[in-house]
């Protein structure tokens, strides 16, 4: 497991960065678009990551993390916020979820919690949301593309630009780095 929180807190950074980027491009009325009933809008989205990070991990080696206090049900709630209420809501759950990751050794990641009474190792319960939250920012950044279209910035390797992004990449020494280091 040699550098496994590192590994993992390098890459909810990237994944929080991906999110804010997304919504750095949006006007404050494209947060609360939604394509269709059954959809959600990028603030619902928020809403829900924020809620599942607090839940998740406060108190995250001691106490369940599915807390009593939680309402998952009103996370999906349609809420009209500002964007700056959106994005603290965002940082809040953030904060908790790094803050969290910040105290773990590697003496912890064996240790059993649980989620709604289903033991996990530390690792796989880490692994279960570093799985969990992509999911949800591929969806902001889906959102983040339907609403600003041609306008739209990329967040990866543009179009057309995969050989010179390699070039780039082949051009280096081999050494271990983490995918994120140059970003």
Known sequence: MDNYLESVKKQFLYYKQLGEKAMEQLQEEDLFWQYNEESNSISTIVNHLSG???SRFTNFLTSDGEKPWRNR???FEP???????LIKLWNKGWDCLLNAINQLSDEDLNAIIYIRNDGHTVTEAINRQLAHYPY??????FIGKMRKNEEWKTLSIARNKSA??????FSNEKEKRHFTDDL
């Open 52 to 54: 599942n990070m607090l």
């Open 73 to 75: 049900d009103n996370e």
């Open 79 to 85: 809420k009209t916020i500002s964007k700056e209420e």
């Open 136 to 141: 949800h920012i591929g969806q902001i950044v």
């Open 164 to 169: 010179d992004y390699n070039s780039r990449k």
